[in-house]
Nanobody, 114 residues
């Protein structure tokens, strides 16, 4: 079992920055992949960024603005979001893959005002 707790969401003006953090209940070195997803109102949940031993990957809509990273000492996976746009608004979820099973956090709200 894995518990994930996201933090760092909030209200920010367009062009601003936020840093999301996802704290895991166990060592993150055991996770095959770690990722951030988001879900905007009325839309499907989408992958935003992913990190694994093979490197990182990003949705085209956030490339060059968002950076995913992990901290093995703190057991966190983080998402630095810069130059935020109103279309980045949504609930952001942390997801990890362990032994073929996906675990999700409860989500944190990000709202970007124009």
């Amino acid at each position: 079992q894995v518990q994930l707790v996201e933090s760092g969401g909030g209200l920010v003006q367009a062009g601003g920055s936020l840093r999301l953090s996802c704290a895991a209940s166990r060592s993150i070195v055991s996770f095959r992949t770690m990722a951030w997803h988001r879900q905007a109102p009325g839309k499907q949940r989408e992958l935003v960024a992913i990190i694994s031993d093979g490197g990182t990957g990003y949705a085209d809509s956030v490339k060059g603005r968002f950076t995913i990273s992990s901290d093995n000492r703190e057991n966190t996976v983080n998402l630095q979001m810069n130059t935020l746009k109103p279309e980045d608004t949504g609930v952001y979820y942390c997801r990890v893959l362990l032994a073929g099973k996906a675990y999700w956090g409860q989500g944190t709200q990000v709202t970007v005002s124009s």
